[in-house]
């Protein structure tokens, strides 16, 4: 599976102040590397809509996206952090600031995302991302677990 993931994709210490607005980055990060159209990211903000705080998948981390046919060109993540804590609605996870909005070509490798999502929480993604701010570091960090992930 080729996974897109490079420096274009992230975004640190942005001053967003609503769920909807960190979504609409995080997807306008994945339209300019070609990985959605803007439909994807347009039906993100509606899975956000009916669900809400079902995207906040961990303390401090909320995983917008999307079904694969909404828009998804290629399979990649975009992350992105906010200067603020942000409120998505989840009584157990929330304030976010942490958003990574993931698209998938089709069901295998929607789920695949998920998993190296998984994996990076795991190595404690969010607490890494609080103490760093420069772009470099992050890339290596996630670089690094979708190595030993995807194995």
Do not use: W
Not at 32 to 52: A, H, K, T, W
Request: proline share 5%; charged share 15%.
């Amino acid at each position: 599976m080729n996974i897109i993931f490079n420096p274009e994709l992230i975004a640190l210490k942005q001053p967003l102040s609503s769920a909807e607005q960190a979504i609409e980055f995080a997807g306008t990060l994945l339209i300019r590397q070609n990985i959605c159209r803007p439909e994807y990211v347009e039906s993100m903000l509606e899975v956000y809509q009916d669900f809400g705080p079902a995207i906040v998948i961990d303390y401090g981390l909320a995983m917008p996206h999307a079904r694969p046919e909404k828009g998804a060109l290629q399979t990649g993540f975009s992350l992105v952090t906010s200067q603020q804590p942000i409120n998505f609605g989840n009584e157990e996870f929330d304030p976010v600031n942490v958003i990574i909005a993931i698209a998938g070509v089709d069901a295998n490798n929607h789920i695949r995302m998920i998993q190296l999502i998984a994996s990076l929480i795991e190595s404690d993604l969010v607490t890494f991302l609080q103490q760093e701010h420069e772009v470099n570091s992050v890339l290596h960090f996630i670089q690094k677990q979708m190595e030993s992930s995807l194995c």
